[in-house]
């Protein structure tokens, strides 16, 4: 069946980094656009960043510009968020999602076709 599957997720300082995959099974990736999105405790998902199928082109919502990039690997089948500079405010469950429609700019949700469970960033000293 159609899959995917965050990992990298853990507690970190601020300031600290982690990088997070999203691996695909039952299908292939190349197809796919993939957005990142997070929830925070209390707060609606929200969307992260976006990369196209080709990963030609990338978006990044306003407080992630600069310290978060999101690239991927189609021969391996996984789409990676490297974060950097992280803040306590990151905090959150990170969540892939997958979309077969081409779309621009900061992900939303209604776009996206597949998602995974989610995998929890802790941001915390």
């Known amino acids: 069946q159609v899959q995917l599957v965050e990992s990298g997720g853990g507690l970190v300082q601020p300031g600290g980094s982690l990088r997070l995959s999203c691996a695909a099974s039952?299908?292939?990736?190349?197809?796919?656009?993939i957005g990142w999105f997070r929830q925070a405790p209390g707060n609606e998902r929200e969307g992260v960043s976006r990369i196209d199928s080709s990963g030609d082109h990338t978006t990044y919502a306003d407080s992630m510009k600069g310290r978060f990039t999101i690239s991927r690997d189609n021969s391996k089948n996984v789409v990676y968020l490297q974060m950097n500079n992280l803040r306590p405010e990151d905090t959150a469950v990170y969540f892939c999602a997958a979309a077969l429609t081409g779309g621009w700019g900061i992900p939303q949700l209604r776009e996206f076709d597949y998602w995974g469970q989610g995998t929890q960033v802790t941001v915390s000293s």
């Open positions: 039952g299908f292939g990736l190349d197809y796919y656009a």
